[in-house]
């Protein structure tokens, strides 16, 4: 007869194992009397580990489509009600749907930093790379506008400047450094990580990059079709660096300057 179970003891270095214990009779050569008891041991912390991150993701990503959902649901009766809550004050309510899903990954689940895409670890070059990558998006959407003028110039009012940087001063651009931060742990920790988890085929990433990108664009449901478009492709793109970097504080620069730049030249946001 075997018997079995799972505990978790504690090492006298205060670290955690998880083991299976399986017990069984030591019987005599006919099989008549029990002369001992046979405990196996075996380590499964990591079979557990694996375990309870598989849980996590499937909380997680319920807990993110349960806020897309809702946040679609607010739109509608936003629009129904003309536009009550200001355009700034609902980009507000993009990033408190970051800060909730971030205070209920902390509280109900194991992820570490790393894992929602918050690690700091080799950061000098990433931040050099994404910051160069934020100045070629600039000069980059400095000739869009250039061309913009010259094969469209009704697109722009006539006495509007080159650079509007009174945009500068709204509340939304002073508060957008978290707004970048906010969204991109929204996208990256609630939407792209839990792909990279779910679907870990060959085409895992390629997935997550996708789906997590459509997420944003829909978080912008309430700024156009246009804004929705821009939105997803921009953090498509910054999805594959993710990719190669794991980490969103890189990220967050582009974002941030190309968000900003966007504005100045009247471009959107």
């Not at 100045?135 to 250039?146: D, E, F, P, R, S």
């Not at 309430?222 to 821009?230: D, F, Q, R, V």
């Amino acid at each position: 007869m075997y018997t079995g179970g799972e505990l978790e003891y504690t090492c006298e270095d205060g670290k955690k194992l998880n083991l299976r214990i399986v017990t069984s009779f030591l019987r005599n050569s006919d099989g008549t009397r029990k002369d001992g008891v046979v405990i196996q041991f075996s380590d499964i912390t990591e079979v557990v580990r694996l375990r309870r991150k598989e849980r996590d993701t499937t909380t997680v990503f319920a807990v993110t489509m349960i806020l897309l959902c809702s946040w679609i649901f607010f739109i509608q009766i936003w629009e129904f009600l003309g536009r009550p809550v200001p355009l700034f004050m609902m980009t507000n309510l993009v990033e408190l749907i970051g800060i909730l899903l971030l205070l209920f990954i902390l509280k109900n689940t194991s992820f570490t930093w790393q894992d929602i895409g918050l690690s700091t670890k080799k950061l000098g070059p990433i931040i050099r790379l994404d910051s160069l990558i934020a100045a070629a998006g600039v000069v980059l959407l400095i000739l869009v506008k250039v061309v913009l003028l010259k094969v469209k110039p009704d697109y722009f009012p006539a006495d509007a400047p080159f650079f509007e940087w009174r945009n500068l001063l709204k509340v939304s651009r002073i508060l957008y450094p978290f707004t970048a931060i906010l969204q991109e742990f929204l996208v990256r920790g609630g939407v792209h990580e839990n792909m990279r988890r779910i679907f870990t085929g060959k085409r895992g990433e390629t997935v997550a990059i996708v789906v997590s990108s459509l997420f944003f664009g829909a978080l912008h449901l309430y700024l156009g079709i246009a804004y929705m478009a821009g939105a997803a492709l921009l953090l498509g793109l910054l999805g594959v660096l993710y990719r190669k970097q794991n980490t969103i504080w890189g990220l967050c620069i582009p974002h941030y300057v190309l968000g900003t730049a966007l504005s100045i030249l009247s471009l959107g946001g």
